[in-house]
């Protein structure tokens, strides 16, 4: 087996404000033989979970509203429409988004199915993000949701028909990247069953 292409040569804590952000120098062995040297600043995010709750019966999903700073800081007004999500903690990705739902949605869901794995910034972050979904009926919720406000949140529950939050899609509305691709695996792969 070949010597892997990448070494690292050096890493420097930058900051551990929040996750740790580290300055890497690694060299790496490009295909044509050649060694060249590259230093990037990586942020140590956690890993993390998302779902979307949809209910085929009657063709909604659940989706939440909430600020993002960073958005806001790119000149968006940071309210973001989203799916449940939240950071690993260690914790199983199902049952770390079990709880997210929970906490964030206010429903109780029985079955969550993992559809794929993503990173989502790989070139800064080492973040991967599990990608769910789950259907969900009104009977379901045990209360109002909300996050926790001693997490700092303050989340609405948005509930849209599936044409609504599609064209919303379309628009260019729903700008999060996890929304915007369970939304699609909702109209490649879901709406075709209901």
Known sequence: MPDHP???????????????????????????????HETREVYGSADGATALLYDPRRRTVLLTRQFRIGAHSSGHDGFLLETAAGVLDGADPAERVCAEIREETGYEVEDVRHVLSLFPSPGVTTERLHFFVASYAPGQRRDAGGGKQDEGEDIEVVELGYDEALARLAAGEIEDMKTVVLLQYLQLHLMQRT
Not at 22 to 28: L, M, P, V
């Open 6 to 36: 990448i070494r690292i040569i050096d890493e420097q804590l930058l900051s551990e404000n929040y996750y740790p952000l580290k300055n890497i120098s690694y060299e790496q062995r490009r295909r044509d033989g050649r060694t060249q």
